[in-house]
């Protein structure tokens, strides 16, 4: 699974109004909802700030990846929010977050999403792709820069 397949332009958010973690998980929700990628908004919400407070999903590297799984999605959808400035996410490294990268998925596809999550985990250990996404000044821009770097790193099958 290709991250370009699950994510579009008009999924990615820069900058991200929010300034807190649950706000950003909430401001992207509810664009996942008002793009119409999501049904039961309320339900995917609590899904994805209960799997937050088990631990947070700051995975270091100033990259975050808030994920769930709830009815009111057909299949692996995702949302990427550049921040201006530095969102405590309560990281593993301590580090403020910049990138959040948000995944939802259904129940009864834990396969794709785990996988979805293996790929955003190896492409964002890479300092150089984190680097041109912060530098991107558009969604267009990032969708660019996250296809060249699957094409670069990964097998396009």
Not at 20 to 43: A, F, P, S, T, W
């Amino acid at each position: 699974m290709k991250l370009s397949e699950i994510l579009s332009d008009e999924l990615v958010i820069i900058p991200l109004k929010s300034v807190d973690k649950e706000d950003i998980i909430e401001e992207m929700v509810d664009h996942l909802y008002d793009k119409k990628k999501i049904g039961n908004r309320d339900k995917i919400l609590r899904a994805i700030l209960d799997r937050e407070k088990v631990m947070s999903t700051g995975v270091g590297d100033h990259v975050a990846i808030p994920h769930g799984k709830a009815e009111g999605v057909k299949d692996i959808v995702a949302s990427l929010g550049i921040t201006e400035n530095d969102v405590d996410f309560h990281s593993i490294d301590n580090k403020p977050v910049r990138l959040i990268f948000l995944l939802v998925g259904p129940p009864d596809k834990t396969g794709p999403h785990l996988k979805a999550l293996s790929r955003i985990s190896r492409l964002m250990h890479r300092e150089e792709f984190r680097a041109k996404l912060l530098k991107s000044k558009t969604p267009h821009e990032v969708m660019a820069v996250i296809e060249q770097e699957e094409e670069r790193y990964f097998e396009t099958n």
